[in-house]
Structures are given as C-alpha cells and as structure tokens.
C-alpha cells in the first residue's frame, strides 16, 4: 500500500535561513510526487510537482524539491526564507495519474523575526 | 478560469441539526473530492466521486456524512445529524483526469457545532 510520511510536525527557522522539509514515500512503482501548501485560513494550493526527468524540481516563490528514488524521498528546500512562508505543507503521492492522492500529516513551518 | 468554490465559508450549527455544504469543481474536471481537516487528525477522506459516481465513501464517514453529485458541476455534503466532534475544515478539491493527479482546493468551510 502507498503511504507518506512527513516525519516532522512542526519546523521553526529564523527568516532569511535556508529550510528543508522531509518526505518519504513507501510505493512499488516511482509515483507521482506533490508539495502544496496552506496558509491561515485558506485551502491547499500546489507548490510543485514531480512526474519524471530531472529530479529536481522548481516551484513558485523559490522552492524547490528533490526525488530520491533510492531514498524513497521527495524533500522541499528554499535557500532563504520568508515570514511570509509561515504555513503549513504537505506532501502527497499518487501512483498513476487516474489514481487519488495519498496525503502526508503535514508540517507546520514558523518563520522566527 | 473560475477556480473550486465553496459555500457558505462558514457554518455554525447546534448538535443535531442538519447542515448541507456545497462545492463546484472547476468546470471540465471529473473527479471531485471532499475533505475533512482537523488539527489532530490532518487530511481525511470522505467521499471522491469520478465522473458523477461515486468511487470512495470514507468508511469511518457512512452513517452521519452523504455526499451527492448530481450534476457535474455541483457537489453537497450533508451531516446529518451533526455532533461537536464534527467541528473541522471542510474542504472539496476537484482534478482532470489526464491531469495527472493534480488536485485543486477550495477555500473550504469551517463548520462549528455546538
């Protein structure tokens, strides 16, 4: 069975330092690879997306995510943070393109002034 | 292109009322998916539909939650009866299929029962 798991709930760094989510994935097949984000009181909204090719990929507002296969991981980096990037983001997984997405928990990301 | 909507934003209901959301999926998608989403328990499942039908009802979910597509522009979720441990975000997000997974969120509705 697909599973996902962020294995940190909650991530503080100072503004301006450099930040990297975990993601790691358990499937039989290379799936399809998500990172969306939510800030306050708003609905999910994609970051970016991995389907095949160059493992690393680009993402709005200078994120960017690296695929793993031998790590079974999809991490989200961004070289310097903004308090604007205080939110929450998840990682999600699906197995082919008909297929719905597996949800990671989530990780609450706090932005220190 | 209008994205997923979602009403009302939100809703306050007293325990064992019946309340009905909605949601319209961005217009030419065919699957549909309703959320719930609480801080102890994250992102769960209710109900995903592809082209009207209805593919997942979310288990735990059967007894009190129903959710409908009768057309596939509009989609309602009806609690019925509502209990406290209800109160959540709900979220509807909708994708094309061929579109490779990729779902879109609307803002939600945050649902209080008292």
């Known amino acids: 069975a697909q599973s996902v798991t962020q294995p940190d709930a909650r991530v503080t760094v100072s503004e301006g330092a450099s930040l990297q989510l975990r993601c790691k994935y358990s499937s039989s097949v290379t799936p399809y690879l998500f990172w969306y984000v939510q800030y306050p009181r708003q609905g999910l909204q994609l970051l970016l997306k991995?389907?095949?090719?160059d493992p690393v990929v680009q993402g709005v507002n200078g994120f960017e995510a690296e695929f793993s296969k031998s790590n079974s991981s999809f991490h989200l980096r961004k070289a310097s943070v903004h308090w604007s990037d205080s939110a929450v983001y998840f990682c999600?997984?699906?197995?082919?393109?008909?297929?719905?997405?597996?949800w990671g928990s989530g990780t609450k990301l706090i932005i220190k002034p | 292109d209008a994205g997923v909507t979602q009403t009302p934003r939100h809703e306050v209901a007293e325990k064992g009322q019946t309340i009905i959301l909605k949601c319209e999926p961005v217009?030419?998608?065919?699957?549909l998916f309703w959320y719930r989403q609480t801080k102890i328990q994250g992102l769960e499942l209710l109900s995903y539909?592809?082209?009207?039908?209805?593919?997942?009802d979310g288990g735990a979910f059967k007894d009190r939650f129903k959710a409908e597509m009768l057309n596939s522009s509009f989609s309602t979720l009806k609690i019925q009866p509502t209990e406290p441990k209800d109160s959540a975000v709900y979220l509807c997000?909708?994708?094309?299929?061929?579109?490779?997974?990729?779902?879109?969120f609307g803002p939600g509705t945050r649902l209080t029962v008292l």
């Open positions: 991995y389907y095949s090719g």
């Open positions: 217009s030419g998608h065919n699957d």
């Open positions: 539909f592809r082209s009207k039908s209805l593919m997942e």
């Open positions: 997000a909708s994708s094309f299929l061929g579109g490779k997974a990729e779902q879109f």
């Open positions: 999600a997984v699906s197995p082919d393109s008909n297929y719905q997405l597996i």
